[in-house]
């Protein structure tokens, strides 16, 4: 059964750097099929789509982050990452990592999610 | 970016009554060729990740109790809870994967009446 569990700090400070890093167990990383991607909620709002990335490398980020927004893939830990830098408030959410069906795809495996909160 | 517009923000309903989802894109997300409408529908419950329920418009995830059905095509879709049970208490998003960036819809809360 696949799972997917998210590990990171819980507090970032204004313009520092958010990291979070998504463990899959149950399944392999590398498949050819799936694309693996991050969905944030900051509180009180709905989801928004980070982007995802592709165990080979290949990226697709939300134009709206783009500029900020950093993904990679560790296949021997099993593991993709996310780097999203010049956080402020607004990127205080819970950040979920998820399986995607494909660059365009539905997300049909998600983690249990992570508060972040960016404050001094 | 394809826009998604939920209705209504939030519904009450009796237990064992229907309960109505509305989601419309600001474009159709029905590629002709395939005949597929790239849209699909979760539930997230507090303190829960998100749970697909239906993709391609009207699939049912594996294990999703089939009192819940979804369907439209291009630009309207629609999720029902045919009988509602105190367990299906969430909001529920619509989203779209015809195109990048994926977009959600806003969110529709399922209350008991």
């Known amino acids: 059964q696949l799972q997917l569990q998210e590990s990171g700090p819980g507090l970032v400070k204004p313009s520092e750097t958010l990291s979070l890093t998504c463990t899959v167990s149950g399944g392999s990383i590398n498949s050819s099929t799936y694309y693996w991607g991050w969905i944030r909620q900051p509180p009180g709002k709905g989801l928004e789509c980070i982007g995802s990335i592709h165990y080979r490398g290949s990226t697709s980020y939300n134009p709206s982050l783009r500029s900020r927004v950093t993904m990679s893939v560790d296949t021997s830990k099993n593991q993709f990452s996310l780097k999203l830098n010049s956080v402020s408030a607004a990127d205080t959410a819970v950040y979920y990592c998820?399986?995607?069906?494909?660059?365009?795809?539905?997300?049909?495996?998600w983690g249990q999610g992570t508060l972040v909160t960016v404050s001094s | 970016d394809i826009v998604m517009t939920q209705s209504p923000d939030s519904l009450a309903v009796s237990l064992g009554e229907r309960a109505t989802i509305n989601c419309k894109s600001s474009q159709s997300v029905l590629y002709r060729s395939s005949n597929k409408n790239y849209l699909a529908w979760y539930q997230l419950k507090p303190g829960q990740p998100p749970n697909l329920l239906i993709y391609w418009a009207s699939t049912r995830e594996s294990g999703v109790p089939d009192r819940f059905s979804a369907s439209g095509s291009g630009t309207d879709f629609t999720l029902t809870i045919s009988s509602l049970q105190a367990e299906d208490v969430a909001v529920y998003y619509c989203q779209q994967y015809y195109s990048t960036p994926l977009t959600f819809g806003g969110g529709t809360k399922v209350e008991i009446k």
């Open positions: 998820a399986r995607v069906t494909g660059t365009t795809g539905f997300f049909d495996c």
